[in-house]
């Protein structure tokens, strides 16, 4: 298996790029070598610019849920291309992926599109603020929010494979409103408020995705919410990842907690950009034109992002993989633990639904300071082990691996070899 002309392509891009990506998660600062460029994909499979074909567990970081280049959802884009790009105004389209959205979750009366889980999220926290008329919001550490100031603080995955605290040109007066609090642990949420009463709201990941997977705690979600409206605080559910992940709907329903307001990306847009925030009627009429709170966005609602957001959703809910994603993240679950026993490598694995991943360490992970006792070198290996074996996993220890409908018999195959060899390499390093 060659690399040349993503080592090429790489090189070239630095001119004109930051590190010749467009995010740094793409960026293989923690497993050492360079970033491989990709041609195409097909159904559970992507392809890189040199032929080499590898099942993909990265999945676009969430929103490719029906494989890659579903028929339907190529059909319903082309369709839309051919009215016009973006208009400026209402399209039907919009109202269509808005009630399928809705219905989809029981605490969303109406929801707002905007283009990115970056933005949806810093709009329904501006939103959480605009209702309660109070400034502070208290995140969890390891939980990743999107890249705005305000939440850019103990933010999870790709500063913590940078080893970045938090971000430089961020000021100080931009995160004095933002109270960090340890994920599966109330006490830590309590405390902020007996010292602030000016709190808005919570947000959090209902399953944690980027700092690895971590899963809250039996009812830890639906304490902190039943404790907030004690409060008159506002539970913000980041569902920009697990949003349609684990069921037809939220994270939040499975585990008992309906949020207040509610945040969306990824898999809304199938491969578009596309987020997305919603609440109940007398929460959302806080925004503009109904009420104070302005947001706006020239491309939000965009017609071919809509196409592909509505076939998406409409697949998948005929589809309803999700009992196949349970059973075929226990498969590699399996699949992983038996390779950590015959090779003899501490290996803790954490899933939900069609989210998972290893964390190289003996501890379990139920926050961020226990996944970061994982040995990222140890990592590094496996993922290049998995690369070579046509695995794409994403090069960073806390980064959530994603299941596609579209993964087969044969993948899976692929992927129990693929897991067998890395793991032996490890053991050869230990
Ligand atoms: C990916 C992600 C975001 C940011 O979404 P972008 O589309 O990358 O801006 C926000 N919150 C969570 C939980 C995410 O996983």
Redesign the pocket.
């Known amino acids: 298996m060659g690399f040349k002309k993503s080592q090429k392509l790489y090189e070239k891009g630095l001119v004109n790029l930051v590190g010749a990506v467009n995010?740094p998660v793409r960026a293989f600062t923690s497993v050492g070598g360079n970033p491989l460029f990709i041609k195409r994909g097909r159904g559970s499979q992507i392809i890189d610019v040199d032929g080499n074909k590898y099942v993909d567990l990265v999945l676009s970081?969430?929103p490719m849920i029906l494989g890659h280049r579903h028929k339907k959802v190529q059909k319903a884009v082309h369709k839309a291309l051919k009215n016009g790009y973006s208009f400026g105004a209402s399209t039907e389209n919009e109202i269509t992926l808005a009630k399928i959205v809705c219905d989809a979750f029981p605490g969303m009366d109406k929801v707002r599109f905007v283009n990115?889980?970056?933005?949806?999220?810093l709009s329904g926290v501006r939103l959480a603020r605009a209702y309660t008329g109070k400034d502070k919001i208290i995140k969890f550490s390891g939980?990743?929010?999107?890249?705005q100031d305000s939440l850019l603080v103990a933010a999870g995955s790709g500063l913590a494979t940078l080893s970045i605290p938090g971000s430089k040109g961020v000021p100080k007066e931009a995160v004095k409103n933002t109270l960090i609090a340890t994920y599966n642990d109330l006490d830590s949420v309590k405390k902020h408020f007996e010292e602030h009463s000016d709190i808005a709201g919570v947000i959090i990941?209902p399953v944690g995705?980027?700092m690895g997977v971590v899963i809250p705690q039996n009812g830890f979600l639906k304490e902190l919410k039943d404790f907030l409206h004690t409060k008159g605080a506002l539970l913000i559910a980041?569902?920009?990842?697990?949003g349609f992940r684990s069921k037809f709907g939220g994270a939040q329903e499975l585990l008992g907690a309906e949020a207040d307001i509610t945040?969306l990306?990824?898999v809304i847009g199938g491969g578009f950009?596309v987020?997305a925030y919603g609440a109940r009627n007398e929460i959302m009429e806080c925004v503009a034109p109904l009420g104070g709170m302005y947001q706006a966005g020239t491309l939000s609602g965009n017609p071919i992002a809509m196409a592909g957001g509505i076939s998406t959703l409409k697949e998948l809910k005929r589809q309803n993989p999700y009992e196949k994603f349970s059973h075929i993240g226990e498969r590699i679950e399996t699949i992983l633990l038996h390779a950590g026993k015959k090779y003899n490598v501490d290996v803790t694995v954490n899933r939900f639904g069609s989210m998972m991943n290893p964390f190289f360490t003996k501890v379990a992970v139920t926050n961020f300071a226990q996944a970061q006792t994982s040995d990222t070198s140890k990592f590094a290996i496996f993922f290049w082990e998995m690369i070579k074996n046509g695995v794409f996993l994403p090069p960073s220890q806390f980064e959530a691996w994603f299941l596609s409908s579209a993964i087969s018999e044969e993948d899976i195959s692929k992927i129990e070899n693929a897991v067998d060899k890395s793991f032996q390499k490890i053991q050869e390093s230990q």
């Open positions: 995010s970081y969430g990115s889980g970056t933005e949806a999220v939980c990743y929010h999107g890249h990941e995705g980027n980041d569902e920009v990842m697990t945040c990306g990824k950009p987020g």
